[in-house]
């Protein structure tokens, strides 16, 4: 019949293929296979059409999936066999009068799921009902809205959604709702954290970004505990600002509340990737307790009152410094229309005398250029060292601590207010959501160097 090898083994060809086929094995068949390397047990799962076509995969008993190279498989026994079904169970999410009211945004990815170990199947959830079957303990904390806004990779966020958000938060707290969460990817999740601090002023209600670096088919996912710590603070919190909800160690004691501008994407893969920067996080939380780290927070309210000022200039670029840089990157972008540069510079904030040139053809052009320090943690002092000062004479103007991702974003909303630089400069350095701030803590930036004899005694007491 056309097209059943499609249906059979899905995503599955040449090698691959042809090894599925001699040993009579489907995709989603519980098997033992016996290869070169040893006996796998587990159920086989399809391919996606990008990935190599050597290669079996199989889901182990603990929940990880590996890849077994198809000619090194001598035999297989099939054990059982059910096709999976892409729906998670739904049932009534409860409501309770006397809990309070939480919506949760959608702008792409899993925001929970629930592994199905018969079939293997990651099923998404995202309806009230589908969300109930995948965390239910998210009942005991809230009455819960979702709303799907965009179906997006992070790294496809942009402009038109980080409006559509602005805009979603600004009509959902309008209609009386207690906290917001929304469900991001965690790859630009600081750059829509720091967009949403500036388009989303004066909340009166707690606003919590929460994504996973571990997908729920994996015994190690954050994605069901980071969702119930950012439900819980959006339902109880005290803190009305935007905020993301991640991990805080890498083990699952608690997570952690970072501020929308002063937050970073800091490993490719730990759960506890995102740290506070220039400062420290505002609180941790649990599934049932929040404990402020600070004092200086806004309160939540019980108004419906918010500022909702949702625009962008998309005339903007981030230009990250290195040595022997030539000044046609900066005329390219004056020549392509561009109106604000953010530069992440060396030490205190510096680049090379060769882009000077570019930099006054940049300030005659109407051109606003901000300086950043590409450290992250520190402030930009460019009346230090004779480069900072020349190049605040050509028109850079000096960005305090204001990380260089923040800076872009802040940049891109204040020109879609000005282009005139000098209220430009204004809007940049009139600080509007802890984007710059006075002094850095002395325990905000705190780097153990692992192997030193006291570093190492330190993590054997704290390490779980």
Same mark, same amino acid.
């Given at each position: 019949?056309?097209?059943?090898?499609?249906?059979?083994?899905?995503?599955?060809?040449?090698?691959?293929?042809?090894?599925? &086929? $001699?040993?009579?094995?489907?995709?989603?068949?519980?098997? %033992?296979? !016996?290869? =070169?390397?040893? /006996?796998? #047990?587990?159920?086989?799962?399809?391919?996606?059409?990008?990935?190599?076509?050597?290669?079996?995969?199989?889901?182990?008993?603990?929940?990880?999936?590996?890849?077994?190279?198809?000619?090194?498989?001598?035999?297989? &026994? $099939?054990?059982?066999?059910?096709?999976?079904?892409?729906? %998670?169970? !739904?049932? =009534?999410?409860? /409501?309770? #009068?006397?809990?309070?009211?939480?919506?949760?945004?959608?702008?792409?990815?899993?925001?929970?799921?629930?592994?199905?170990?018969?079939?293997?199947?990651?099923?998404?959830?995202?309806?009230?009902?589908?969300?109930?079957?995948?965390?239910?303990?998210?009942?005991?904390?809230?009455?819960?809205?979702?709303?799907?806004?965009?179906?997006?990779?992070?790294?496809?966020?942009?402009?038109?959604?980080?409006?559509?958000?602005?805009?979603?938060?600004?009509?959902?707290?309008?209609?009386?709702?207690?906290?917001?969460?929304?469900?991001?990817?965690?790859?630009?999740?600081?750059?829509?954290?720091?967009?949403?601090?500036?388009?989303?002023?004066?909340?009166?209600?707690?606003?919590?970004?929460?994504?996973?670096?571990?997908?729920?088919?994996?015994?190690?996912?954050?994605?069901?505990?980071?969702?119930?710590?950012?439900?819980?603070?959006?339902?109880?919190?005290?803190?009305?600002?935007?905020?993301?909800?991640?991990?805080?160690?890498?083990?699952?004691?608690?997570?952690?509340?970072?501020?929308?501008?002063?937050?970073?994407?800091?490993?490719?893969?730990?759960?506890?990737?995102?740290?506070?920067?220039?400062?420290?996080?505002?609180?941790?939380?649990?599934?049932?307790?929040?404990?402020?780290?600070?004092?200086?927070?806004?309160?939540?309210?019980?108004?419906?009152?918010?500022?909702?000022?949702?625009?962008?200039?998309?005339?903007?670029?981030?230009?990250?410094?290195?040595?022997?840089?030539?000044?046609?990157?900066?005329?390219?972008?004056?020549?392509?229309?561009?109106?604000?540069?953010?530069?992440?510079?060396?030490?205190?904030?510096?680049?090379?005398?060769?882009?000077?040139?570019?930099?006054?053809?940049?300030?005659?052009?109407?051109?606003?250029?901000?300086?950043?320090?590409?450290?992250?943690?520190?402030?930009?002092?460019?009346?230090?060292?004779?480069?900072?000062?020349?190049?605040?004479?050509?028109?850079?103007?000096?960005?305090?601590?204001?990380?260089?991702?923040?800076?872009?974003?802040?940049?891109?909303?204040?020109?879609?207010?000005?282009?005139?630089?000098?209220?430009?400069?204004?809007?940049?350095?009139?600080?509007?959501?802890?984007?710059?701030?006075?002094?850095?803590?002395?325990?905000?930036?705190?780097?153990?160097?692992?192997?030193?004899?006291?570093?190492?005694?330190?993590?054997?007491?704290?390490?779980?």
């Amino acid at each position: 019949m056309p097209g059943t090898d499609a249906i059979v083994y899905k995503g599955y060809k040449d090698l691959a293929l042809a090894k599925l &086929k $001699e040993i009579g094995i489907r995709v989603w068949s519980d098997v %033992i296979l !016996e290869t =070169e390397q040893g /006996r796998f #047990e587990g159920i086989i799962l399809p391919r996606s059409e990008t990935a190599d076509h050597d290669h079996i995969v199989i889901k182990l008993k603990n929940g990880y999936n590996i890849g077994v190279r198809a000619d090194k498989v001598r035999s297989a &026994k $099939e054990v059982n066999y059910k096709e999976a079904i892409y729906k %998670i169970p !739904e049932s =009534e999410f409860p /409501r309770d #009068e006397e809990k309070p009211n939480v919506t949760l945004l959608g702008t792409g990815g899993t925001i929970a799921s629930r592994l199905d170990y018969r079939t293997g199947a990651v099923i998404p959830a995202f309806t009230p009902g589908e969300l109930y079957g995948a965390v239910p303990e998210l009942a005991d904390i809230c009455n819960m809205k979702t709303e799907k806004l965009f179906g997006v990779f992070s790294e496809n966020m942009g402009p038109e959604q980080w409006i559509g958000t602005a805009q979603a938060i600004g009509r959902e707290i309008r209609n009386g709702v207690d906290g917001i969460v929304i469900g991001h990817g965690t790859d630009t999740m600081h750059h829509t954290a720091a967009i949403l601090s500036f388009m989303v002023q004066n909340t009166p209600v707690p606003i919590v970004m929460v994504g996973s670096q571990r997908s729920s088919d994996r015994p190690s996912s954050d994605a069901a505990l980071n969702l119930r710590h950012a439900v819980y603070t959006a339902a109880h919190g005290d803190i009305a600002e935007t905020m993301i909800c991640m991990f805080g160690p890498t083990s699952d004691q608690y997570g952690l509340l970072h501020p929308g501008t002063r937050v970073r994407k800091m490993h490719s893969s730990y759960r506890s990737t995102f740290r506070t920067i220039g400062d420290i996080p505002l609180a941790k939380v649990t599934t049932d307790s929040l404990t402020h780290l600070t004092s200086h927070y806004k309160h939540r309210r019980k108004d419906k009152n918010v500022a909702i000022d949702a625009v962008f200039d998309p005339r903007v670029t981030i230009v990250y410094y290195y040595p022997n840089m030539k000044p046609d990157i900066i005329d390219s972008l004056i020549e392509h229309d561009y109106k604000g540069i953010v530069i992440a510079g060396t030490g205190l904030g510096h680049v090379n005398k060769p882009l000077y040139p570019a930099l006054k053809r940049a300030r005659d052009a109407g051109v606003a250029v901000f300086m950043t320090v590409q450290t992250l943690w520190g402030f930009v002092q460019m009346y230090v060292y004779e480069t900072g000062r020349e190049m605040l004479q050509l028109g850079v103007i000096p960005c305090s601590n204001m990380l260089p991702e923040t800076a872009y974003v802040k940049l891109g909303w204040a020109l879609a207010h000005s282009n005139d630089v000098d209220e430009l400069q204004s809007i940049m350095l009139t600080p509007i959501s802890r984007e710059i701030t006075e002094r850095e803590p002395y325990n905000g930036y705190l780097i153990f160097q692992g192997g030193l004899p006291e570093v190492e005694e330190f993590i054997q007491k704290v390490k779980r």
